[in-house]
């Protein structure tokens, strides 16, 4: 008798050091699949944004196993610092946050928006009413203490560091000075002043000009445009490079699927009218970088209130800084003259 129960005894035992393995699987699992902010940037307003991402983190929660949740930031200064603080392990912000980002913290861009049209990036705009007195960007510029003026925050590329860039900097211009009075915000809040004539002229971008056709043509109609700029490419995505390996490639793999069936089709759509992501690397910030250097040696070249010491002194930190960035965006690291 004792014979016939051995085997019972032995699948037992088995059955139950199983049960212990399983468990550890799953909390070695659980360890490696550590609990995720994913912070948003808000171009129109928070509870917007929110309402058109929080079925993306949903979806993203069930395609990856992780407990993803987003975090939408009224500001970009806030996006900035949730990434330095490591509030956020994963944002998408715009490309000069970005490179504030990676500056600061232990960051990279991983992934890039493509958007429904299958463009490669976008432009910075600057615009009036229809019925505005401005017909060109010229006056905007040449009459000091004339206009009334709203732009974007310094991190926003296209509210901020493509003007500065293309029409401020190498006019000397200064916009708390130049104009008759300066206001910050998104380019919802811009927007939302132009029209109002609130403002004489604003900061958009051509994203969001596409959007207006679409959802309020009549609002739309009510412009001119007076300045286009350069094409900048579309906002990266970042990730901690601490994440672990295992969580990344969950991610990478949900990032880089999503948007084959109709229902995510149509999800991305109501996002950020975006068809998807595409891999990318910090290597597409060189172009911000660049501009982000110009603009600021400009800026101390044409300050006529530094001595040449301390011009030196500071033209030879931001040839540091350069370099520095150059090898983080992984590119040659002569400055663009």
Known sequence: MPIQREPSVRRLLLKLLMLVLVGLAGRAAAADAPSLAFGVITTTTVAETRA?????????????GLDVRGVYHATYEEAVD????????????????????????????????????????????????????????????????????????????????????????????????????????THAQTLAAVLAGQVHAGTYNTEELHRLREQSPAQAMQ?????????????????????????????ADYIFGVGRTDDEKLMLKRMFDLAGFKRSSNQQLKFVLDV?????????????????????????????????LSRAVQVDTDPPR
């Open 82 to 185: 949730a990434v330095v603080r490591n509030l956020v392990q994963l944002a998408w912000v715009s490309n000069k946050a970005a490179l504030d980002c990676i500056e600061r913290t232990n960051v990279e861009v991983f992934a890039q928006l493509v958007d429904s049209a299958g463009s490669l990036g976008y432009r910075s705009i600057i615009v009036t009413r229809r019925d505005s007195a401005l017909l060109s960007i010229d006056p905007l510029l040449n009459r000091p203490r004339t206009w009334r003026f709203a732009m974007g925050e310094p991190s926003s590329t296209s509210g901020a560091v493509m003007l500065e860039y293309a029409l401020f900097v190498p006019r000397g211009i200064k916009p708390e000075e130049h104009f008759q009075a300066l206001r910050r915000g």
């Open 292 to 324: 982000d250097d110009f603009k600021q040696r400009s800026e101390v070249l044409l300050d006529a209130r530094m001595s040449e010491s301390a011009k030196n002194e500071r033209l030879s930190d931001l040839r540091e800084r350069y370099v520095r």
């Open 223 to 251: 412009l001119r445009i007076l300045w286009e700029s350069a094409m900048i490419p579309k906002d990266p995505l970042l990730w901690r490079r601490d994440l672990p390996l295992s969580v990344r490639k969950r991610i």
């Open 52 to 64: 058109a991402w929080e079925p993306f983190f949903t979806a993203m929660r069930r395609g990856t």
